[in-house]
Structure formats: structure tokens, C-alpha cells
């Protein structure tokens, strides 16, 4: 028997409100474990899906699917791609490929809506219940969004999507990246600096050029602010892409949150009434650093796991920090030595 059928076998039936985690290659993303046991707890096993090509026996209690069948848009892609970025070229065409994947997957499994997220998205909440209000039978699915004079920066790493959406997403990257000319002038906005000062041309950028000149029928999840909904578009960051900036950590800098029985909440900072707090749904954990304080956000269900997020945390802090502080050193001495 293969790996792959050790995994908890993945239903052809859409479930309710599919969430998808695509993770390539072997070197999986940290606490990639506490990411996909709280994405069970708010939303239900049947809903959870990791998309990946190994390490299939990691993921046999949840619904795993072998990715390596789903290679079409991929191959197509491979003939028009151009890399542009400081980022590894693996690392840059794996971002790329994964919604060729997931679409793919859509198209052939008949799934008809679904979320995305990224590996380092704790996911707090239930999602099903903000798809059936807010984007079932509205919208084709959602972005994150926000817009400074004439720049603007689009995300993806928690987004609905309905399978006309992701398909159109798809094409509308194939033909941009084989229109010659119109790539150059991604190129040319993206090196001066168009899209947030995002110098690397990525899936993000074109999910943003997609956004603005497409127009598809989206909401701006981040918009739900306004519904006292908080999808963290980036915890390191206090403003959250719409209305209000949030309490940070004095150590970490993060958005500082407030546990609830309900739930995390972070304090409005902008406030000027009685304090405010907002719930939020998800946090982006992005960075080297902040994803080891993944597990100090995870709802534990005993003292003992709680005990163990807290020393698992602060053990993989402090190692991350100890190596940043060591390459530190080893490059001012070689820039001593070069003198």
C-alpha cells in the first residue's frame, strides 16, 4: 500500500465549506501540525484538506490529496513563466502554481466553493457561517485588500473562492504572462514600487493587477472589519487594511490578543469612547520569527497541551533568535574583514 492511502481518504461529496492547505515539498512549514488541529476544532475534520506531494503519512487523519494528479494548469504555466524576484525560484513558482493546483482540483473533484489558506493562517473560528452570510449566493469569493494614493497590495492567504472565480484567476495569469507586452508593464509598475513597495513579481501582484483590472464580483474581507469581523490581513503589523489599528505585544510586536471564552480579541487603539475589542476570526503568522508564537494562539484543550504550546513557542523563539543573532555577527565580521 502507498503513503498516500494511509491518509484519511478525501471525499469526492463537496462538504459544507472546504478549507484548503497546500504544502509542497519536504520541509514543512512550522507548526504546520497546530495550524491544521485548530482548523479541525473551529471548522470540522470533513471540512479540512491538505493538498501536498509527500509526507502523506503526516496527514492520515485528515483528508489528504496527492497533488502530483493535478498537474495540468502547472504545465501549462511552465511554458510562459518568467522569474522576476530575489525570492528562490521554487519558493516564487510554488506560490504561483498552488491555485493551478487548487483549480485543477475544483475542476475535476466538481467542487463548487471553498477557502484558501496558508500554512501559517490559524484559523480561530467557524467559516461557514461568514460564507452563508455575507459571500454565498453575492459574491464569488473574497480577497484582502487595501489602497494607499495610487498603490495598492492584494492578498490571497485567506480567501473564498467559487470555481468561477479560481478558473478565471488562472487564465487571466496565463494570458498575462504571454502577453509580452502587458508582463513588461507589470514588470515596470512592480520594480517602481506600485504595489506597496513589492519588488518581487508574484502571485500577489498579479492577484492584485487581476483585482483592479478584472474587477471580478469580490468582497474585501477585510472590509468585515465594519461588521466587527477581524480577518488579520498580517499580525505584525497594527493596522489591519481598513478602519482601526490594534493594541501590539512590547515584546513581540504582534497584535496583542485577548483571550475570551468566545474567542481572541485585540483592543482598538483608535478609539475615543469606551474601549473596543474586536474578535478575530484568523492570524496571519507571517515571518522567519512570528511563526513560532503560533502555538501560544492556539485554543488548548487542557492545561497540558497549553503547557506545552508555551514551551514549544518560547523554545523555537529563542532558537530563531539565537541564529538571526549569529548570521548577524558572521556578516559584520565579514564586511570587517573585506575592508
Known sequence: MELKDTAHPAQIVQPELPVFFLQLGENTS????????????????????????????????????????????????DKVYEHHSVNPFFFEKACFDRWFIINDIARERG??????????????????PIYQKYIKDKYDGTMMFFELDERS??????????????????????????????????????????????????????LDV?????????LNLLSLENEDISFDFNVNVPFNGCTHYFETTAGTKIKKMHRRKDGLYAKVMDSKSEPLYYKFYTLHFQGYLTKTLIPLHASPQNFIERAD???????????????????????????????
Request: charged content about 30%.
Open 111 to 128: 467542487i463548487a466553493h471553498f477557502v484558501h489558506a496558508d500554512c501559517d493562517v490559524l484559523i480561530l473560528q467557524d467559516l461557514k
Open 153 to 206: 497590495v492584494t492578498s490571497g492567504h485567506t480567501s473564498f473562492w467559487n470555481a468561477k472565480l479560481i478558473n478565471e484567476f488562472c487564465s487571466f495569469v496565463l494570458a498575462r504572462y504571454a502577453d509580452k507586452l502587458a508582463f513588461e508593464l507589470v514588470l515596470k509598475d512592480t520594480l517602481a514600487g506600485k504595489f506597496l513597495d513589492n519588488k518581487n513579481v508574484s502571485d500577489m501582484i498579479l
Open 210 to 218: 487581476f483585482r483592479t483590472e478584472v474587477k471580478p464580483n469580490t
Open 30 to 77: 512550522l507548526f504546520f501540525d497546530k495550524i491544521l488541529k485548530q482548523a479541525v476544532q473551529s471548522n470540522g475534520r470533513d471540512n479540512v484538506y491538505v493538498l501536498t506531494d509527500t509526507n502523506f503519512a503526516d496527514y492520515r487523519n485528515y483528508n489528504c490529496i496527492d497533488v502530483s494528479k493535478y498537474t495540468k494548469g502547472v504545465k501549462e504555466f
Open 309 to 339: 504550546n508555551y514551551v514549544s513557542a518560547k523554545a523555537h523563539n529563542w532558537v530563531r533568535r539565537a541564529k538571526l543573532y549569529k548570521n548577524s555577527v558572521r556578516d559584520r565580521v565579514k564586511k570587517i574583514l573585506r575592508k
